[in-house]
């Protein structure tokens, strides 16, 4: 069996990856997809002392990285269940292999919900975003819009507010569900435009670029169009966590619930990353959290078993 067995190939799982086999304790990583979103990603910007990179370069580090070491890497392999044993913990893959380790770091990562109107894919990183913190320098002084008036819209807004020229805020409901205090600030700003009971449908481009967006007016019925240069959709993003329902403890968002050291609801099972309710998802927070998990499962092993 593995020592430390992390299911999940992202900055998160890489960092984890790295931490653990430095203890030199046996490792593996399995992970759908080496890289996680990072693969999904153009410009990187924000990861410090890396002035700038390309999201599949990044990934390719990471798995360099991890290669360094005596890391068991086995790709393309996709958790289906987590099995806590008195001894072992058992991970089942949909390829019908099983893995057991004394210990696992889950680092699954998240997706971003999308909105599925036509442009959307099409224009996917030529003008459509997802994360503020990532692109919104690349939408300096343009005009954008924020899908979606939930905490991360509204926040989203406000953000983009401060670089860019014109934000026009859709939401769909009849209200703005953010904290009344963020709706406060919104609404205090002068270049944010916000418009409620409006349902996106469709993402106008040029071939190239995003050049507008098109919304239909639900108390009307009237078909409008708005011209701007992004869109930034922010209705919600979904943990890859669907395969741990009923077995560790989630937050209503299906987030994996942990402690400061990356500790689950099970013992010897620790998470890292997106997948969890660390706030702040980002590629350096997820890379940092990896590694405490890593520890935090070196702590566990030092502590249950003998050397
Ligand atoms: P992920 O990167 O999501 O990795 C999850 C890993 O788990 C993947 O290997 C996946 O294949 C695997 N996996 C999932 N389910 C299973 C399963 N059941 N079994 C096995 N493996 C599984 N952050 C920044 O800091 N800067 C940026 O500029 C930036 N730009 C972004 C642009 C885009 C388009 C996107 C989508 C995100 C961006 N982010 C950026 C966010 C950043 O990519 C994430 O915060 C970060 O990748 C999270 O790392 P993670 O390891 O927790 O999860």
Redesign the pocket.
């Known amino acids: 069996p593995f020592d430390v067995l992390i299911?999940?190939?992202?900055?998160?799982?890489?960092a984890a990856a790295v931490y653990a086999a430095r203890k030199g304790i046996r490792t593996g990583i399995?992970?759908?997809?080496?890289?996680?979103?990072?693969l999904?990603?153009?410009?990187?910007?924000?990861?410090v002392s890396v002035k700038e990179t390309e999201?599949p370069k990044f990934a390719l580090a990471l798995e360099e990285h991890v290669r360094q070491y005596d890391v068991d890497i086995m790709n393309l392999?996709?958790?289906?269940a987590l099995i806590p044993g008195p001894e072992l913990i058992e991970i089942q893959l949909e390829s019908g292999a099983s893995l057991k380790a004394k210990s696992v770091v889950v680092?699954?990562?998240?997706?971003?919900r999308n909105i599925n109107v036509p442009g959307e894919h099409e224009y996917?990183?030529k003008g459509v975003?997802?994360?503020p913190?990532?692109?919104g320098p690349l939408f300096k002084g343009k005009r954008v819009a924020v899908i979606g008036g939930g905490n991360s819209g509204v926040e989203a807004a406000i953000d983009l507010a401060g670089i860019v020229g014109h934000v026009t805020l859709i939401e769909f409901d009849t209200k703005l569900r953010a904290d009344e205090v963020l709706q406060r600030k919104l609404r205090s700003l002068a270049n944010v435009t916000v418009l409620v009971n409006a349902q996106t449908t469709e993402i106008a481009g040029n071939g190239q670029r995003v050049t507008g967006l098109s919304y239909k007016d639900r108390s009307t019925g009237e078909a409008k169009q708005v011209e701007l240069e992004g869109v930034f959709v922010q209705i919600g993003l979904v943990p890859?966590t669907e395969?741990l329902k009923g077995t560790l403890e989630l937050s209503r968002h299906g987030e994996i619930i942990v402690d400061a050291k990356g500790q689950t609801s099970i013992p010897g099972v620790f998470a890292?990353?997106?997948?969890t309710t660390v706030p702040f998802?980002?590629?350096?927070?997820?890379?940092g959290?990896?590694a405490k998990a890593a520890l935090g499962a070196f702590d566990h092993l030092i502590r249950s078993s003998a050397p």
Request: with cysteine; charged share 20%; hydrophobic share 35%.
């Open positions: 299911v999940g190939g992202g900055p998160a799982g890489a399995a992970s759908e997809r080496f890289g996680g979103q990072v999904d990603t153009m410009g990187i910007e924000n990861f999201g392999q996709r958790a289906k680092t699954t990562g998240a997706r971003w996917r990183n975003a997802y994360c913190h990532c692109d890859n395969w890292a990353g997106d997948a998802k980002q590629i350096i927070i997820a890379a959290d990896g």
